[in-house]
Antibody, heavy 116, light 114 residues
Framework: QVQLQESGPGLVKPSETLSLTCAVS?????????WGWIRQPPGKGLEWIAS???????YYNPSLKSRVTISVDTSKNQFSLKVNSVTAADTAVYYC?????????WGQGTLVTVSS | DIVMTQSPDSLAVSLGERATINCKSS????????????LAWYQHKPGQPPKLLIY???TRESGVPDRFSGSGSGTDFTLTISSLQAEDVAVYYC??????????FGQGTRLEIK
């Protein structure tokens, strides 16, 4: 049973860096597929942020690319997201997900609020 | 970017009746080399992650009830719930993965009971 679990601070101050980790169990990241982050601001729809291939290649939403870094740690079977210089617009539920064909396994999501 | 537009934004249907949600892409998501449409549908309930219902436009994910069906090709797609159940109340999203790993979602359709 593939499971993903997000972790990280629920509150981040404006202009600081948001850091989240997604721990994967039941499947080895190094075996394949894309692994990514998707977010949903309050009252809005879903937005793809970034993905990392099992080989380590990274891909970013152009609208966020200048502020975002995704990385993978195969030894810990987890991948991470950093968003720099956050503002209130980055307040959202952040999901990690596995993409085989489509996004078939998701974490439960974690709410990150940007506020001083 | 491929823009996905869903209609309607919200929908109220009586229990046991048919619900139909439409999704239009700004360019074709049909890949000619394999004749597959790179289009998925998700169900999203409050407090839960989105759940994959349909991929390749019409293939049901394992465990998804057969009252859910997907159809369409190219730029126009439809999700149909043949007989609405109370547990189907949710927001439904279409997603194109033609440009994977860069993907885009529709704005969502809120489905309620009439």
């Amino acid at each position: 049973q593939v499971q993903l679990q997000e972790s990280g601070p629920g509150l981040v101050k404006p202009s600081e860096t948001l850091s989240l980790t997604c721990a994967v169990s039941g499947y080895s990241i190094s075996s394949g597929y894309y692994w990514g982050w998707i977010r949903q601001p309050p009252g809005k729809g879903l937005e793809w942020i970034a993905s990392v291939y099992h080989s380590g290649s990274t891909y970013y939403n152009p609208s966020l690319k200048s502020r975002v870094t995704i990385s993978v740690d195969t030894s810990k079977n987890q991948f991470s997201l950093k968003v720099n210089s956050v503002t209130a617009a980055d307040t959202a539920v952040y999901y990690c997900a596995r993409r085989s064909i489509a996004d078939d396994y998701w974490g439960q999501g974690t709410l990150v609020t940007v506020s001083s | 970017d491929i823009v996905m537009t869903q209609s309607p934004d919200s929908l109220a249907v009586s229990l046991g009746e048919r619900a139909t949600i439409n999704c239009k892409s700004s360019q074709s998501v049909l890949y000619s080399s394999n004749n597959k449409n790179y289009l998925a549908w998700y169900q999203h309930k409050p407090g839960q992650p989105p759940k994959l219902l349909i991929y390749w436009a019409s293939t049901r994910e394992s465990g998804v009830p057969d009252r859910f069906s997907g159809s369409g090709s190219g730029t126009d797609f439809t999700l149909t719930i043949s007989s609405l159940q109370a547990e189907d109340v949710a927001v439904y999203y279409c997603q194109q993965y033609y440009t994977t790993p860069s993907i885009t979602f529709g704005q969502g359709t809120r489905l309620e009971i009439k």
